[in-house]
């Protein structure tokens, strides 16, 4: 699919624009369109652009990724560690759910925290829970209760929270995908009926 000619995908939350470039470049007839609220990484990101070559198909746009309703079709659309940062995910999931061709894919991808939470004895996520609940209070969860009203997410998304705000979002399940390599992450698919 993101291998034809015309493909078209939205990078939802890019920053500075990594994950838009590593696409383009394992994809070389992809149009890649990264959205983002923060307009000194997209500063950042349309330098990184430049610098990999990629800046005639990769695009960047200051806009919230509730907005992304209006910019499809896409072929697919990520979002790649952010879903947690963001006040309403909902929203934002509902507005990729719109953007994406009816033969598409969404693909979130957040960390691998342990499925459930359970005392120090007993973590799921080895030592990984415990460094994310840290990263949560101190970045993910005050960046995300900093424009209200907010959900409150932060770093620990735990893959049911995930499935809540999927299918208040319009989808009608989750399935986390069989990659192993980047034991850090967990990727999702957000799946849909067709209408």
Known sequence: ?????????ADVGTGAGWSAIALAEGYPHLEVDGFDVDEPSLVL?????AFAGVADRVHFHHADGASLAHRG????????ECIHDMPRPIDVLGAMRAAVAEDG????MDEAVGER??????VPGGEL??????FSLFVCLPDGLSHQPSVGTGTVMRPDTLREY???AGFDDVAVLPIEEFGFWRFYELRHASP
């Open 1 to 9: 699919m993101l291998s034809r000619r015309g493909a078209r995908v």
């Open 45 to 49: 990101a349309r330098a990184n652009a």
């Open 166 to 168: 999927a299918r208040a």
């Open 117 to 122: 939470f359970t005392t120090p004895g007993g």
């Open 129 to 134: 829970d415990p460094v994310m609940y840290a």
């Open 73 to 80: 079709p896409c072929d697919a659309v990520f979002a790649f």
């Open 105 to 108: 894919i969404v693909v979130i």
